[in-house]
């Protein structure tokens, strides 16, 4: 019941209905922000409590929040904004959960019912501008359908991982159930809240055929996914029990531990040697959870007897031509099938592939042990790895940070996500925001970069509101140094529109409410991690970093390290600074690239 109610204050409006359903659904956290056509949604967030409310500086961010929230719980949270404008800034956020498959359930306002269409101020149909991006879209026509059509947003979300929105007419928020009438099919008590939750496993035959191919294979190599997110006591069981190394791609950071002895970390370019040796060697290859976009570091077709496990039929055989398709959940999957395989005696190919690991590593260290300045990426992430506190939550942007964050060790227990597939700038906070809210108790780091932290100061303003103790950590290089990689290194170019105007990032968050530090000296980061970690409250580290510093150079392929020297040599600017730190000698001992084209790269040094 609301306040209003227990207040004498009037019959339950449809705005009351759908915010008491979201609760019986056990959605109890909102984020988002107020406005002209939303604000009779606004009244029931006031007189309903058991809501809590979390006001964004920005409706994408709100969004990316519940992406957050929902990454690292499973449930999800609603995000709230006007018609118009409002509804507009949401969509990034909902397209990163409908790809990633994060569920979440928006709320959008829409001109009044008998105004729509009629060139009204903000009218734009939402509910057509969000179908795209949310799997159910619906306008709530009144009270009599504000139950229905919120069961059926929540239930779908939940089954199918991702967004579910629904649309309300401003003045149909505020209509009360004495103001509509339901139809004869809108039988009272037909409703529930019946339970959803299933496990998928395929039948026995398939999973005999892929314990066939795969016992049949020398060199098996696993790549993991989101999809095996929860799943990695028995994904380490798996590789132990076929010597099989466990390549991780982006959005499996987490499936396993970085100092887990089977994986070799990252793939694509900003993984490591290990993992891209292991795809080349390898003749047995398991996918789970996983169609990432960087399959072209996959085993050539026809190399490798391929086994693929996936939630989504509809993923199976779209990134490699695997003999055996899995549809399932990836525990229950890899729990059934590992019975059915047996022990490898041959432990060289893990040896091997354990061998380089701990080489590349080596070359980490290396680099984080340099005392110049700027000071390299990889002191931050070396110090910040052994900083991170237990059972921590760390989340990732897009930029070179997705390649340092890549870099941070993960210890078991510890939980990380970024936007994978979309790769939206400036995810990392309300990403962190999000997870925050969930986990109240848990230390949570946004790991982000200056261009893409330049996206979303605002929010650091929420932190500082609810007193949302995250760490914020951003590596300050002045430069989108991202698209200067891809843009040598890809397309063989020098670089435009680059660079960034420098920003005090320390002095914002100050400005804001935080308590701030800043990084200049590598001799620091030891001290001011330690002590970021232990101020009990929300802080901000800027790191100004070494905007050159390779991000991918163990793991560039012989046609990237030919674009650079192409690059170059029609005169980019910072050849020589990137030149040095590509040509650093252990680095070139990982890369067989590099050690192609060294001649070509080393004239600019």
Request: aromatic letters at 6%.
């Amino acid at each position: 019941m609301s306040a209003r109610s227990e207040a004498g204050g009037g019959s339950k409006t449809t705005s009351d209905l759908v915010v008491e359903r979201l609760l019986e659904w056990g959605v109890d956290t909102c984020f988002g922000i107020c406005g002209d056509q939303i604000n009779g949604f606004f009244e029931a967030l006031r007189t309903h409590p058991q809501m809590r409310f979390v006001h964004g500086r920005h409706e994408e961010a709100a969004a990316l929040a519940c992406v957050g929230y929902a990454k690292f719980t499973g449930r999800p949270a609603v995000c709230v904004a006007t018609a118009g404008p409002g509804a507009v800034h949401l969509l990034n956020g909902l397209y990163d959960a409908r790809i990633d498959g994060a569920p979440v359930i928006a709320v959008t306002g829409l001109s009044y019912h008998d105004t729509i269409g009629a060139h009204f101020l903000q009218d734009l149909p939402s509910d057509r501008l969000l179908e795209h991006a949310c799997l159910f879209s619906e306008r709530v026509m009144g009270p009599a359908h504000a139950v229905p059509a919120t069961d059926l947003a929540v239930r779908s979300a939940l089954m199918n991982r991702t967004p579910s929105h629904l649309a309300i007419p401003i003045d149909v928020q505020s209509f009360t159930l004495e103001q509509d009438t339901p139809s004869p099919k809108n039988v009272p008590g037909h409703l529930s809240l019946a339970g959803q939750r299933f496990t998928v496993v395929p039948p026995e035959d398939q999973l005999r055929r892929a314990a066939e191919v795969l016992n049949g294979c020398r060199r098996v190599a696993i790549c993991a996914g989101a999809g095996a997110r929860g799943a990695g006591d028995l994904l380490e069981q798996v590789a132990d029990v076929l010597g099989a190394p466990i390549v991780k791609a982006g959005l499996g950071k987490d499936c396993v531990p970085d100092d887990s002895p089977y994986t070799t970390g990252g793939m694509g370019l900003i993984g490591t040697r290990a993992s891209h040796e292991a795809f080349e060697r390898c003749d047995g290859f398991l996918v789970v959870g996983s169609s990432t976009p960087y399959y072209e570091f996959w085993p050539e077709p026809g190399q490798a007897r391929g086994v693929q496990i996936d939630l989504n039929a509809d993923r199976i055989g779209m990134r490699y031509p695997v003999e055996v398709g899995l549809v399932g959940h990836a525990d229950a999957v890899l729990a059934s099938l590992l019975p059915l395989l047996g022990r490898k005696s041959d432990r060289s190919f893990l040896e091997q592939a354990q061998d380089t690991y701990r080489r590349w590593w080596d070359l980490i260290g290396e680099q984080a042990a340099g005392s110049g300045t700027p000071m390299r990426p990889q002191v931050v992430t070396w110090e910040l790895s052994k900083a991170l506190p237990d059972n921590a939550i760390v989340t990732g942007d897009a930029g070179t940070v997705t390649a340092w964050g890549g870099r941070l060790r993960l210890r078991r227990g510890m939980q990380y996500s970024f936007s994978g597939t979309l790769c939206t700038m400036g995810s990392a906070l309300p990403y962190a925001i999000g997870a925050q809210c969930a986990h109240p108790d848990r230390p949570v780091i946004a790991f982000t970069g200056d261009g893409s932290m330049s996206m979303g100061m605002g929010e650091l303003a929420t932190l500082a509101q609810y007193g949302l103790p995250v760490k914020v950590v951003v590596l300050r290089n002045n430069a989108l140094a991202l698209e200067v990689w891809e843009q040598t290194a890809l397309l063989g170019n020098p670089q435009m529109g680059c660079e960034l105007h420098p920003v005090d990032f320390a002095a914002v968050a100050r400005a804001c409410g935080l308590k701030a530090f800043r990084i200049d000296e590598p001799a620091d980061a030891a001290g001011v991690f330690a002590e970021a970690m232990a101020f009990d409250g929300p802080c901000l580290i800027e790191a100004v970093t070494d905007p050159d510093e390779a991000p991918f150079g163990e793991s560039l392929q012989p046609a990237h390290a030919a674009h650079l020297a192409e690059a170059f040599g029609k005169g980019e600017p910072a050849a020589g600074g990137m030149a040095r730190n590509l040509l650093q000698e252990k680095r070139v001992a990982l890369s067989p690239a590099l050690q192609q084209h060294y001649d070509d790269l080393a004239r600019y040094r």
